[in-house]
């Protein structure tokens, strides 16, 4: 009896760290105009050091995702990855000198049923950002999600970061955030009324950003009905 208790826990519990995971996107924050730049896409919980493998179980689920560069002069270009043991990989050369942003989005997530954990039925909709600092002077970020939620990086202070958390263009007020680290180490904090957030950075070291927000609409995707769509954005700083 006590083996069958443990066995459904250790499920229980390897489950909700699946749903707990997120994709976040990894890159050299600053970058050299002609030089050629690696960028990385990850799946797994980067404060507990677990990351998923390309071909293993959770990876597949959420491999359908698209990833673009913006230059400084706001054109966006699609880039093509390749998958490694443990990553997705591509390469961009920036040509001119300014902010780069880099946005990751995937709504092509299957609808999954956790009513057994008191979750209820839905879709994921991910979402990442991140920045590349080409000299220059350093811009905002661009906010680039129509349908769901984004991070804007709005402060070139070394010392401390600012962002904004939009939802549908709109800043998102009261939002709950979470800073995290590998070692288990994380922060809370919130969103003002304008959707702005602000934090040291202590450390150099990485930093995973990450927020949520519950979309509490009903829809179906490939045939399957939802109760509503979760929505996740990481935004990554490597100090």
Known sequence: MKKSILTILLALFATMQTFAH???????????????????????????????????EAFPKVKDFTLWVVDPSGTKTELKTTAFEEYYSTKFTPTKKGTYTVLLNNNKIDVVDYTQYDFGIFKTHYH???????????????????????????????????????????????????????????????????????????????????????????GKYKGEDYQFIWHCVTYSINQ
Do not use: C, M
Not at 29 to 47: A, D, H, L, M, S
Not at 129 to 146: M, P
Not at 155 to 170: G, H, I, M, R
């Open 22 to 56: 997120f994709l976040w996107i990894e890159t050299s924050p600053t970058g050299k105009i002609n030089r050629e730049q690696e960028i990385r896409v990850y799946f797994g919980e980067y404060n507990y050091d677990v990351i998923e493998k390309v071909d293993g």
């Open 128 to 218: 990442s950002v991140t920045k590349i600092q080409v000299g220059g002077k350093n811009q905002d970020t661009v906010a680039s999600n129509n349908e769901g939620i984004t991070v804007k990086h709005v402060s070139d202070s070394p010392k401390e970061v600012k962002l904004q958390v939009l939802y549908k263009n709109k800043p998102l007020a009261k939002n709950e955030v979470k800073v995290f680290i590998s070692d288990l180490w994380s922060k809370t904090l919130h969103t003002d009324d304008n959707g702005f957030v602000s934090f040291k950075l202590p450390w150099k070291t990485k930093y995973i950003i990450e927020t949520t927000i519950k979309e509490e609409v009903p």
